[in-house]
């Protein structure tokens, strides 16, 4: 796919009559970083860059609409097929296990997580791998932005990831995050001990036609589940999780305690404590029906 755009810019440059020089002026990069693209050398071309050639060019977004393939390459194939059903998501559901789910993490965070991947090959594939995720959070501030509700392992807020400012910067994005009201943010506490999603994350898409596909991941692998029977057991299982984990305001409250430094965290209360305060939020709310294990099953929210 690098290599058809990198065609498509040759092509599309010469018809225009212009130099890779000219072309780099009113992109503003240099003429080697154009002759990397059109060779597909080097690294691939940022999502900002692809804008500025599709308009330089005036490609009619043909360079934006072939970005996506571009940069998913940089990606293990496992993860490729998750990227392509997220991307047109209504509706996203995560329980992370180890770290911040890529859609919520800062610049720094992601830096950090990617760079102990298994399959990194270098500090060129790192930025770009940096650069694709940044670009896909874009999707969040979108008119077609998907309701996204995350499930936080305790583990998730008390792993340093990238250090202490890396980590600070990292809850307080998330405290921002959950002033947006399609986004909802939980924490799974230490003292609920074993659950079904032991051992690696779990995501469940709601593509536009009411369809669903599961994703679990660890740290070297991923499995896309598109099996409906399949699909309804990993449902059911972050369901379990949602009723499980701290109530919105509580796991905000857990993850402000973290971030300023109360590492024995927010006061924390029993089991049987949390499902009486979740159901009395609901009420409260007038939230949704429960299934299973007492998750409320959010409301499709009326779109701009």
């Given at each position: 796919?690098?290599?058809?755009?990198?065609?498509?810019?040759?092509r599309l440059r010469t018809a225009a009559g212009l130099t890779q020089a000219?072309?780099?002026?009113?992109?503003?990069?240099?003429?080697?970083?154009?002759?990397?693209?059109?060779?597909?050398?080097?690294?691939?071309?940022?999502?900002?860059?692809?804008?500025?050639?599709?308009?330089?060019?005036?490609?009619?977004?043909?360079?934006?609409?072939?970005?996506?393939?571009?940069?998913?390459?940089?990606?293990?194939?496992?993860?490729?097929?998750?990227?392509?059903?997220?991307?047109?998501?209504?509706?996203?559901?995560?329980?992370?296990?180890?770290?911040?789910?890529?859609?919520?993490?800062?610049?720094?965070?992601?830096?950090?997580?990617?760079?102990?991947?298994?399959?990194?090959?270098?500090?060129?594939?790192?930025?770009?791998?940096?650069?694709?995720?940044?670009?896909?959070?874009?999707?969040?501030?979108?008119?077609?932005?998907?309701?996204?509700?995350?499930?936080?392992?305790?583990?998730?807020?008390?792993?340093?990831?990238?250090?202490?400012?890396?980590?600070?910067?990292?809850?307080?994005?998330?405290?921002?995050?959950?002033?947006?009201?399609?986004?909802?943010?939980?924490?799974?506490?230490?003292?609920?001990?074993?659950?079904?999603?032991?051992?690696?994350?779990?995501?469940?898409?709601?593509?536009?036609?009411?369809?669903?596909?599961?994703?679990?991941?660890?740290?070297?692998?991923?499995?896309?589940?598109?099996?409906?029977?399949?699909?309804?057991?990993?449902?059911?299982?972050?369901?379990?999780?949602?009723?499980?984990?701290?109530?919105?305001?509580?796991?905000?409250?857990?993850?402000?305690?973290?971030?300023?430094?109360?590492?024995?965290?927010?006061?924390?209360?029993?089991?049987?404590?949390?499902?009486?305060?979740?159901?009395?939020?609901?009420?409260?709310?007038?939230?949704?029906?429960?299934?299973?294990?007492?998750?409320?099953?959010?409301?499709?929210?009326?779109?701009?």
């Amino acid at each position: 796919m690098a290599a058809l755009f990198g065609s498509r810019v040759r092509r599309l440059r010469t018809a225009a009559g212009l130099t890779q020089a000219e072309l780099g002026a009113k992109t503003h990069v240099v003429s080697t970083r154009i002759t990397q693209i059109e060779r597909s050398s080097g690294a691939k071309p940022t999502l900002d860059l692809a804008r500025a050639l599709d308009a330089a060019l005036a490609a009619d977004n043909l360079l934006v609409d072939l970005w996506p393939y571009v940069y998913r390459e940089a990606f293990p194939d496992w993860s490729r097929a998750f990227m392509a059903h997220s991307a047109k998501a209504v509706s996203i559901g995560q329980y992370a296990a180890h770290v911040v789910p890529g859609l919520l993490q800062t610049e720094d965070y992601a830096r950090a997580v990617l760079s102990v991947g298994r399959s990194l090959t270098g500090e060129e594939q790192l930025e770009e791998r940096v650069a694709a995720r940044l670009a896909r959070q874009e999707r969040l501030g979108s008119p077609d932005r998907p309701d996204l509700w995350v499930v936080l392992d305790e583990a998730v807020l008390r792993r340093p990831v990238g250090g202490r400012d890396t980590m600070h910067g990292q809850l307080a994005r998330l405290l921002e995050a959950t002033t947006e009201p399609h986004i909802t943010v939980q924490v799974l506490p230490f003292d609920q001990g074993e659950h079904d999603a032991l051992g690696g994350s779990l995501t469940v898409l709601t593509q536009p036609d009411g369809s669903e596909v599961a994703y679990t991941e660890g740290a070297h692998y991923g499995q896309l589940v598109e099996d409906p029977a399949e699909v309804r057991r990993f449902t059911v299982s972050y369901d379990r999780l949602r009723a499980a984990a701290l109530p919105p305001l509580m796991s905000l409250g857990m993850i402000r305690s973290v971030m300023e430094g109360n590492h024995r965290g927010a006061n924390v209360p029993s089991r049987s404590e949390r499902r009486r305060l979740a159901q009395e939020q609901l009420q409260q709310s007038g939230g949704g029906r429960l299934r299973g294990g007492g998750g409320r099953i959010p409301r499709r929210r009326a779109r701009p």
